[in-house]
């Protein structure tokens, strides 16, 4: 079974702080997505990542898939109280057609 | 420009009482999914399917049957609802394999009492 963690569950900060979201898990992923859901909508991708390793920014969001393709993380530089909602990361795993998603983490940027 | 539509958006059943959650994508997408949702966690797989006629369990199948007659059409059948089934459910669709970008719709929010 494939699991994914992600920490920390919940966060609250203020406008202009910068955070560091993660997902964990002990199985190899294919690839590893970010999500964002709003209160009352489906999640949106943010990002996709395949190559161990590798970064992608997408204007103040920073995302890393670790080396082992094994866990990811979610910089937010300069959080607004527009970033908030829940945030998700997903996996596919090697052999399967599955998507796995995240346990998730839900931010509240406070102006 | 419909996407992912899901019916109903919200729905009460009795305990014991079956129903089927309808979900079309107009994408031609291959890869349909289904999650349900607890207050505040992540998505949990119910079923999915990779083309018309294919299925396959996810983490949290029972309880639960679907069905793909058609690459649009993917529902999700309760038999004998339990309050534990009490969630918000959401269909989604991707072109291809995991790693393609995978499309909600507005999710049903289901209460069991």
């Known amino acids: 079974t494939q699991l994914l963690e992600q920490s920390p569950q919940f966060l609250s900060i203020q406008e202009g702080e910068n955070l560091t979201v993660y997902c964990n898990s002990s199985?190899?992923?294919?690839?590893l997505q970010w999500y964002r859901q709003e209160p009352g909508e489906g999640p949106v991708l943010l990002v996709t990542?395949?190559?161990?390793?590798e970064v992608k920014k997408l204007k103040r969001l920073t995302f890393q898939f670790g080396d082992a393709r094994k866990d990811s993380s979610l910089h937010i530089t300069a959080a607004q109280p527009g970033d908030t909602g829940l945030y998700l990361c997903a996996g596919g795993g090697l052999n399967t057609d599955k998507l796995i998603f995240g346990t998730g983490t839900r931010l509240q940027v406070f102006p | 420009n419909a996407g992912v539509t899901q019916t109903p958006k919200f729905r009460i059943l009795k305990i014991g009482q079956s129903m089927t959650l309808q979900c079309t994508q107009d994408?031609?997408?291959?890869?349909m999914y289904w999650y349900r949702q607890d207050p505040g966690m992540g998505l949990k797989l119910i079923y999915y399917s990779v083309g018309a006629g294919i299925t396959d369990k996810g983490e949290v199948p029972n309880g639960y049957n679907v069905s793909r007659s058609t690459t649009e059409d993917f529902p999700l059948r309760l038999e004998l609802a339990a309050p534990s089934q009490t969630s918000v459910y959401f269909c989604?669709?991707?072109?291809?394999?995991?790693?393609?970008?995978?499309?909600f719709g507005q999710g049903t929010r289901l209460t069991v009492v």
């Open positions: 994408m031609n997408h291959n890869y």
């Open positions: 199985s190899v992923f294919s690839s």
């Open positions: 990542v395949v190559t161990g390793g």
């Open positions: 989604a669709s991707s072109y291809g394999a995991p790693r393609t970008e995978a499309f």
